[in-house]
C-alpha cells in the first residue's frame, strides 16, 4: 500500500519539511558528497560497530548455495559481498542503489572480490523496483529506508520481490530504548558527528541530516506495524546496541 499523495504534500528531509518531490534530490546529493568517504565515516562514527550489526544481518538471511538475494540501496557493497559468499558460484546477488556515485563504489568493490559471474549491479529506486516479482529468496536493505520518501512504497515493492519462503530484512538506525543514555546519545549526533563529519568528509550538513533523519524515522514497533500493512507475516525486530539500530525481519508464505 502507498501513502495518498495530495497536490502540495511535504515530506521530512531530516527537521526540515520540503515537497515531497524533492527528496530523492536532496537525499541524492547528500550521498553524491560523502559517497568517497563513506566507508570510512561508518567505521569512525560508529566506531567499528556497523560491521557488527551487518554480520548480525548476514547471520539472519538463511541464505543458501544457490539462492537468489536482493540487495537494496546496497550503496558500497558490504551486505552484498556477505550474501554472495553464501548463495556461491551457481547463485545470484542483485546490489541496487538510486545512487550512481555510491553504486560505482559498490560494483568496484564486488568487482575486486571477484565477484562478476554471480553477481548483477542496477541503479534502482527502492519505491518501485524493475524487476519480475517472486525471484528472490532474500531482499536486504541495510541503513536506507530511512531515506526513502515513500516508505510503504518501498515496502510493498520489496515484498513483491520474494518467493515463498522468502524473508525481507531491514537494518536500519532506530530509536533508542534506554532513555538514560539519550542525552549522551543526542549530544554525539548533533555536536560531535557533524564536526566529524566536516573533518573526515569535508561536509557537516549531510551528517547534521543523518541524526536528524533517524530522530524522524519510524520506531521499531511502528516500522513492524508497517511492514504488516505491506503483506509481510510473522514480522519482528531485534535491537541491537541498545537500539541504536535495529534489525526488522518480515516473511512471505
Same mark, same amino acid.
Given at each position: %500500500?502507498?501513502?495518498?499523495?495530495?497536490?502540495?504534500?511535504?515530506?521530512?528531509?531530516?527537521?526540515?519539511?520540503?515537497?515531497?518531490?524533492?527528496?530523492?534530490?536532496?537525499?541524492?546529493?547528500?550521498?553524491?558528497?560523502?559517497?568517497?568517504?563513506?566507508?570510512?565515516?561508518?567505521?569512525?562514527?560508529?566506531?567499528?560497530?556497523?560491521?557488527?550489526?551487518?554480520?548480525?544481518?548476514?547471520?539472519?538471511?538463511?541464505?543458501?548455495?544457490?539462492?537468489? @538475494?536482493?540487495?537494496?540501496?546496497? =550503496?558500497? &557493497?558490504?551486505?552484498?559481498?556477505?550474501?554472495?559468499?553464501?548463495?556461491?558460484?551457481?547463485?545470484?546477488?542483485?546490489?541496487?542503489?538510486?545512487?550512481?556515485? %555510491?553504486?560505482?563504489?559498490?560494483?568496484?568493490?564486488?568487482?575486486?572480490?571477484?565477484?562478476?559471474?554471480?553477481?548483477?549491479?542496477?541503479?534502482?529506486?527502492?519505491?518501485?523496483?524493475?524487476?519480475?516479482? @517472486?525471484?528472490?529468496?532474500?531482499?536486504?536493505? =541495510?541503513?536506507?529506508?530511512?531515506?526513502?520518501?515513500?516508505?510503504?512504497?518501498?515496502?510493498?515493492?520489496?515484498?513483491?520481490?520474494?518467493?515463498? &519462503?522468502?524473508?525481507?530484512?531491514?537494518? #536500519?538506525?532506530?530509536?533508542?530504548?534506554?532513555?538514560?543514555?539519550?542525552?549522551?546519545?543526542?549530544?554525539?549526533?548533533?555536536?560531535?558527528?557533524?564536526?566529524?563529519?566536516?573533518?573526515?568528509?569535508?561536509? @557537516?550538513?549531510?551528517?547534521?541530516?543523518? @541524526?536528524?533523519?533517524?530522530?524522524?524515522?519510524?520506531?521499531? #514497533?511502528?516500522?513492524?506495524?508497517?511492514?504488516?500493512?505491506?503483506?509481510?507475516?510473522?514480522?519482528?525486530?531485534?535491537?541491537?546496541?541498545?537500539?541504536?539500530?535495529?534489525?526488522?525481519?518480515?516473511?512471505?508464505?
Amino acid at each position: %500500500m502507498t501513502e495518498t499523495r495530495k497536490p502540495g504534500q511535504s515530506t521530512d528531509f531530516g527537521f526540515e519539511q520540503i515537497a515531497w518531490s524533492d527528496k530523492a534530490r536532496r537525499v541524492r546529493g547528500v550521498f553524491d558528497s560523502v559517497a568517497n568517504r563513506y566507508d570510512v565515516m561508518n567505521d569512525l562514527m560508529s566506531l567499528g560497530a556497523h560491521r557488527l550489526w551487518k554480520r548480525f544481518t548476514l547471520a539472519c538471511t538463511n541464505l543458501r548455495p544457490g539462492q537468489r @538475494a536482493l540487495d537494496v540501496a546496497g =550503496g558500497t &557493497g558490504d551486505l552484498s559481498l556477505g550474501m554472495l559468499k553464501q548463495v556461491g558460484a551457481n547463485g545470484l546477488v542483485v546490489l541496487t542503489d538510486i545512487n550512481a556515485e %555510491m553504486l560505482r563504489r559498490g560494483r568496484d568493490r564486488l568487482i575486486d572480490a571477484g565477484f562478476t559471474a554471480n553477481s548483477r549491479v542496477v541503479q534502482a529506486n527502492a519505491e518501485c523496483l524493475p524487476f519480475r516479482p @517472486a525471484q528472490f529468496d532474500c531482499v536486504t536493505i =541495510g541503513f536506507g529506508l530511512r531515506n526513502v520518501t515513500d516508505k510503504p512504497a518501498a515496502l510493498a515493492s520489496m515484498r513483491s520481490m520474494l518467493r515463498p &519462503g522468502g524473508q525481507l530484512i531491514v537494518l #536500519e538506525f532506530s530509536q533508542l530504548a534506554v532513555p538514560a543514555l539519550r542525552p549522551l546519545y543526542d549530544t554525539y549526533s548533533f555536536k560531535v558527528l557533524p564536526k566529524l563529519g566536516q573533518l573526515v568528509a569535508g561536509d @557537516a550538513a549531510s551528517y547534521q541530516y543523518l @541524526a536528524e533523519s533517524i530522530r524522524k524515522h519510524p520506531d521499531q #514497533e511502528t516500522l513492524r506495524d508497517m511492514m504488516r500493512t505491506a503483506g509481510l507475516a510473522d514480522c519482528s525486530y531485534q535491537n541491537l546496541s541498545g537500539g541504536i539500530v535495529a534489525v526488522h525481519r518480515g516473511y512471505v508464505y
